[in-house]
């Protein structure tokens, strides 16, 4: 019996098959299987063509880059600082972020910024009625003549509306929704993603029109679609929020015209979203009296220093098990800490109680130089001691129980330092039961000032 002959095959590995199957078994990539005897790839009789004058190869000294590299603000601060100072001509932006945390509302201010200074905006709606958008941007004051709106969810289409408008930004919401009929399949697959993407970026380009693009994630906070999509365009920012709290976060993950680590703080409001230049009173409670179980740390989010608190209860308990409950911090290393803090801080009764920690204002500690914060925060609540308000503990713990030093250590005591904090535990602590005593005899002395000043 003759052997069945590949019928098709994957356009990214090689992988062939008998039959057609929507994605590749070895790359795992969808939309890559096609016919085999479609010609795809490079083909051998290829010509060579001869360059215009205008896109002629010429010395690197000799590109003018003064009017493709110029930012040009948007008008809201915390946007530019994100995109390094503002959108630049012909620049590809890829917003990602959560549903519903408030990627269209800021990208419609942004369009209404930019409108404001007589530049004429094209908004393109895949997802919403053009009334829909309408009434948010009444909402939230986004209302201007230069500021063009469509509901669009055809290419060729979306290309007219720009032939026809000649905008100087364009926003697409979202490139996951747009469609081309060039390219099979239902919008928001693979295929369809990279060639509206690649086109767009073309038309961006060529034109040296600006184009902000939305994009979905998946349900692990990847962003959906190719990973073709982040490396076609120039800067890919993620919006960041929980939307229990107002807070969110726009952060860089990919920037070619600026740094890629830095975040923009905004807030989200009843009329719309609000950008917040100084976020350090955010994440601080509002006790003006000294309580056990809390503490001052100053995280590092891109360059920014940001004071948060840090709260800790610790409750006895008779369970077999005690409770380890975390809000806003790595459970595994709050379990280190008190781990730490049992063996190598005396704190020996922490097995018999349960331990709950938490953070201010819904922010999310990553970074390590939180440990030691959180570790005099438990001490505290254990101790059932006070640490004084104009304290701040910044520090990594090992488990050896040394405090080991964190990145942009000078900066984060600038920063407390500024805000009133004239107690500092960091590195020169040594070790986490040094530190810990620190606190404690920094609370003694807070309280015997009280005592004086009351008598």
């Not at 994630?217 to 959906?224: N, P, R």
Request: charged share 25%; aromatic share 4%; proline share 4%.
């Amino acid at each position: 019996m003759a052997k069945p002959t590949s019928a098709f095959r994957c356009t990214e590995c090689g992988w062939s098959t008998v039959k057609w199957v929507g994605r590749c078994a070895e790359c795992q990539q969808w939309g890559t299987v096609v016919d085999a005897a479609e010609q795809t790839g490079i083909l051998r009789s290829l010509q060579a063509v001869v360059p215009t004058a205008a896109r002629a190869a010429r010395p690197i000294s000799e590109v003018d880059v003064e009017d493709s590299a110029a930012h040009r603000p948007s008008g809201i601060g915390e946007f530019d600082r994100v995109l390094g100072g503002g959108i630049v001509a012909g620049a590809a932006i890829l917003l990602s972020g959560e549903p519903g945390v408030g990627k269209s509302t800021l990208l419609l201010e942004v369009a209404a910024r930019v409108a404001a200074t007589g530049r004429r905006v094209l908004y393109v709606s895949a997802e919403e009625s053009t009334a829909q958008v309408r009434l948010r941007a009444g909402r939230t004051g986004a209302l201007h003549d230069e500021l063009y709106l469509a509901a669009e969810t055809d290419l060729a289409t979306i290309l007219g509306q720009v032939d026809q408008v000649s905008p100087e930004l364009l926003i697409v919401d979202s490139v996951q929704t747009v469609s081309s009929s060039l390219s099979d399949g239902l919008p928001g697959q693979p295929s369809q993603v990279r060639e509206v993407a690649s086109t767009l970026i073309r038309v961006a380009k060529e034109r040296q029109l600006p184009v902000l693009l939305v994009g979905h994630v998946t349900k692990d906070g990847s962003i959906a679609g190719p990973r073709l999509l982040e490396h076609l365009v120039d800067v890919v920012c993620q919006f960041e929020g929980d939307r229990q709290t107002a807070l969110r976060f726009v952060r860089a993950l990919k920037n070619r015209f600026g740094p890629t680590d830095e975040v923009g703080c905004f807030e989200m409001t009843g009329d719309g979203i609000a950008e917040v230049p100084d976020p350090s009173g955010l994440f601080l409670s509002r006790s003006r009296n000294a309580v056990s179980g809390t503490c001052v740390t100053v995280a590092l989010e891109g360059r920014r220093a940001l004071p948060v608190e840090v709260q800790a209860l610790v409750v006895s308990t008779k369970a077999p098990q005690p409770r380890r409950v975390v809000n806003g911090v790595d459970p595994s290393r709050v379990a280190m800490i008190i781990a730490v803090l049992e063996r190598r801080a005396g704190l020996r009764q922490l097995g018999e109680h349960d331990v709950y920690v938490s953070t201010v204002g819904g922010v999310r500690l990553a970074e390590p130089g939180a440990d030691l914060a959180i570790a005099v925060a438990i001490a505290s609540a254990m101790r059932d001691r006070a640490v004084p308000h104009e304290l701040a503990a910044f520090g990594e713990i090992s488990l050896a129980g040394e405090v080991r030093p964190v990145t942009s250590a000078k900066q984060r005591g600038s920063e407390a330092r500024r805000l009133g904090y004239s107690t500092i535990l960091d590195v020169e602590a040594g070790s986490v039961r040094a530190a810990v005593e620190q606190a404690m005899m920094a609370s003694a002395s807070s309280r015997e000032r009280e005592l004086d000043a009351a008598f």
